[in-house]
């Protein structure tokens, strides 16, 4: 597999279910080395697209290229050098946590140098691996999803929601293997509905909605270009009053405070007349990845700006 190629490359990719679309012209190229955000409601069709990237599905149309391959017709080759946890992970429940992450491994057709290892830093004991799947909690079976994932060291993780059902104890394990993977060199795909998260890990995100895709951006530029969180508390015991000009920022009351979303740009002017009244306290907060994402999908006619 040449470096020189990018870790996923989708050209105009679309999958139709018969009259339904699960995804329509999609470009997205994902370069190696970073852990790239995948970002969508649900029914926005990022299955859809993991499923082709992975070899589960075949496009309708379009082209798909992961490590330079195609998952379709290059998949025994694909495989080994693909890690992937499902959204909605199924294992047999009469294999034990062992036998399961044997069969996975011959499945992936490669060496599991890290399965040890993984199953250690994750808290899956020899004892807890001689047990029945069917005996593992919805957390134990997500560990496990996650060691068959990252077991063969894969130079590709595609990871649809890794940390449903973890405690906060393993969610930073996995923040720790998420860090290493891209130290390594490791590209990872991670789709998640949990937005600090995405934004604590992801430089670069793309948000797809109704199976087309919306943007494609750097996290730091998507929440920069967004509202900042403006939140006053007023002293005169008045509570909720006319703002003027601001009332246009979506004010929400709580008591004698109010939150304000304030364009970028306009904050300055926006601190200037509203501290012209009883301001007793006063806060200016960066907007997270949430309200940069939420507001595309409150603004349909929201889409990628050069």
């Given at each position: 597999m040449q470096r020189a190629t990018p870790a996923?490359?989708?050209?105009?990719?679309?999958?139709?279910?018969?009259?339904?679309?699960?995804?329509?012209?999609?470009?997205?190229?994902?370069?190696?080395?970073?852990?790239?955000?995948?970002?969508?409601?649900?029914?926005?069709?990022?299955?859809?697209?993991?499923?082709?990237?992975?070899?589960?599905?075949?496009?309708?149309?379009?082209?798909?290229?992961?490590?330079?391959?195609?998952?379709?017709?290059?998949?025994?080759?694909?495989?080994?050098?693909?890690?992937?946890?499902?959204?909605?992970?199924?294992?047999?429940?009469?294999?034990?946590?062992?036998?399961?992450?044997?069969?996975?491994?011959?499945l992936q057709g490669a060496a599991v140098p890290r399965c040890a290892e993984l199953c250690e830093r994750l808290a899956l004991s020899d004892a807890v691996l001689g047990r029945r799947v069917l005996e593992y909690s919805r957390g134990m079976k997500q560990k496990l999803g996650l060691v068959q994932a990252l077991q063969h060291d894969p130079e590709l993780v595609v990871l649809d929601e890794p940390t449903e059902g973890l405690d906060p104890l393993v969610q930073e394990t996995f923040f720790e293997l998420l860090a290493e993977a891209v130290a390594a060199g490791r590209t990872v795909l991670l789709s998640s509905h949990v937005l600090p998260e995405v934004q604590r890990t992801c430089e670069r995100v793309a948000i797809v909605r109704d199976g087309r895709l919306v943007t494609v951006r750097r996290v730091a530029a998507l929440r920069d270009a967004r509202a900042r969180k403006v939140r006053l508390t007023f002293t005169d015991g008045q509570g909720r009053r006319p703002l003027g000009a601001a009332e246009e920022w979506a004010p929400k009351w709580e008591g004698e405070q109010v939150e304000l979303l304030v364009p970028p740009d306009q904050v300055v002017g926006a601190l200037r007349d509203l501290l012209t009244l009883p301001v007793g306290d006063l806060t200016v907060e960066e907007a997270g990845l949430d309200e940069a994402f939420l507001d595309f999908y409150r603004h349909p006619d929201a889409e990628d700006q050069p």
């Amino acid at each position: 597999m040449q470096r020189a190629t990018p870790a996923i490359e989708l050209n105009a990719l679309t999958k139709r279910y018969g009259k339904t679309i699960g995804v329509e012209r999609l470009d997205i190229t994902v370069n190696r080395g970073e852990v790239f955000g995948f970002l969508g409601p649900n029914g926005a069709g990022k299955t859809t697209t993991i499923r082709c990237l992975v070899g589960l599905l075949r496009p309708t149309s379009g082209r798909v290229r992961v490590l330079g391959l195609d998952p379709i017709a290059d998949h025994l080759r694909l495989t080994p050098a693909l890690g992937y946890l499902p959204g909605e992970l199924r294992l047999y429940p009469e294999l034990t946590g062992r036998q399961t992450l044997e069969l996975l491994a011959d499945l992936q057709g490669a060496a599991v140098p890290r399965c040890a290892e993984l199953c250690e830093r994750l808290a899956l004991s020899d004892a807890v691996l001689g047990r029945r799947v069917l005996e593992y909690s919805r957390g134990m079976k997500q560990k496990l999803g996650l060691v068959q994932a990252l077991q063969h060291d894969p130079e590709l993780v595609v990871l649809d929601e890794p940390t449903e059902g973890l405690d906060p104890l393993v969610q930073e394990t996995f923040f720790e293997l998420l860090a290493e993977a891209v130290a390594a060199g490791r590209t990872v795909l991670l789709s998640s509905h949990v937005l600090p998260e995405v934004q604590r890990t992801c430089e670069r995100v793309a948000i797809v909605r109704d199976g087309r895709l919306v943007t494609v951006r750097r996290v730091a530029a998507l929440r920069d270009a967004r509202a900042r969180k403006v939140r006053l508390t007023f002293t005169d015991g008045q509570g909720r009053r006319p703002l003027g000009a601001a009332e246009e920022w979506a004010p929400k009351w709580e008591g004698e405070q109010v939150e304000l979303l304030v364009p970028p740009d306009q904050v300055v002017g926006a601190l200037r007349d509203l501290l012209t009244l009883p301001v007793g306290d006063l806060t200016v907060e960066e907007a997270g990845l949430d309200e940069a994402f939420l507001d595309f999908y409150r603004h349909p006619d929201a889409e990628d700006q050069p």
